[in-house]
């Protein structure tokens, strides 16, 4: 049985040396990840791994979990809340989720992700799905909910608002990348971002 997910801020450092080593082998070996093939890459026992991931589904989830963390969470003082701070820390997440996005191992997860689903090996996906792009979810709302408590944001459910957000900012840009398209550089990254979050407070800011 897989250990309890690990949160984001927990990872202590030896841990993330281990989880990288496990995401640079998931974008050289795909699907054929393995406890054994970590170790070695990590320089640590396979006894160590099973102490803190439980299997390889734990472990799984723990770099997902690492990779998401990428998209780091908007820092800000619901109670002390401007129009400036929001819109600067909506602007740096949407630059976050798109750097993470384009990068080879977010692409690498979501081509296995989806071949696990089309297969019906349930496993890969569901844990990409809520480690992922749900966990992520999750780090936004609580932000655009406090703007909307500051009277900076307009709007009735947290939920559309995050959905068109992240339209805003994703557009076609994964099927893309996930087609092979990598010409999204990182000067487009922070002109994209700075349009999306001009465009979603154009449609949400109060």
Not at 13 to 20: A, G, N, S
Not at 53 to 72: I, M, S, Y
Not at 113 to 132: D, F, M, P, Q, W
Request: positive net charge; contains cysteine; proline residues 2%.
């Amino acid at each position: 049985m897989a250990s309890a997910p690990f949160k984001d801020e927990v990872f202590t450092p030896r841990q993330q040396q281990v989880l990288t080593a496990a995401l640079d082998l998931l974008v050289e070996s795909g699907d054929g990840l393995t406890m054994t093939a970590v170790a070695r890459r990590a320089s640590c026992s396979k006894e160590t791994l099973y102490k803190w991931f439980g299997d390889r589904d734990g472990l799984l989830t723990a770099t997902v979990q690492w990779q998401a963390a990428k998209v780091r969470m908007p820092q800000v003082d619901r109670y002390k809340l401007d129009a400036v701070s929001l819109r600067t820390s909506i602007e740096q997440f949407a630059r976050d989720l798109l750097a993470t996005l384009v990068g080879e191992i977010s692409v690498t997860l979501n081509r296995l992700a989806i071949t696990h689903a089309s297969a019906e090996k349930r496993g890969l996906g569901g844990i990409v799905l809520e480690n992922g792009p749900l966990a992520i979810r999750r780090r936004l709302k609580p932000v655009l909910e406090a703007g909307r408590d500051a009277r900076l944001l307009r709007f009735e459910s947290s939920e559309e608002a995050y959905r068109t957000f992240y339209g805003l900012v994703v557009r076609d840009t994964q099927i893309r990348m996930l087609l092979g398209d990598e010409t999204l550089k990182a000067t487009r990254i922070e002109s994209e971002a700075k349009a999306a979050t001009e465009q979603f407070f154009a449609l949400y800011g109060a």
